[in-house]
C-alpha cells in the first residue's frame, strides 16, 4: 500500500533486480552496460542499470555514474 503511493509519487523506486547480467564485446549495446560492462534490470519497470560487480552493487544516480567513471579514469591514468 505505502510502495504503491510511492510509486505513484517518485515513480518506480526499483525494488528488485534481476540477476547481473555480463556482456562481451559487440553486445555492449546497451548505455547501462557500456559502463561497466553487467547491468541488472528492475523487475518492476524493466529499466537497465549498470552494476558493478567489484563493488556488488547497481549504479542507479547520475552521481554514482560520474563517480564510477572518474575512478576508472583515476585507474587507466595509474
Ligand atoms: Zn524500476
Do not use: N
Amino acid at each position: 500500500m505505502m510502495s504503491k503511493l510511492v510509486d505513484v509519487l517518485f515513480g518506480c523506486t526499483h525494488p528488485r533486480y534481476s540477476f547481473p547480467v555480463t556482456l562481451r564485446g559487440a553486445a555492449r549495446r546497451s548505455p547501462a552496460a557500456a559502463l561497466t560492462g553487467t547491468y541488472v534490470v528492475c523487475l518492476e519497470c524493466g529499466k537497465e542499470f549498470p552494476y558493478d560487480w567489484q563493488q556488488m552493487k547497481v549504479i542507479t544516480s547520475p552521481a554514482e555514474r560520474r563517480q564510477y567513471v572518474a575512478s576508472l579514469a583515476t585507474k587507466q591514468a595509474a
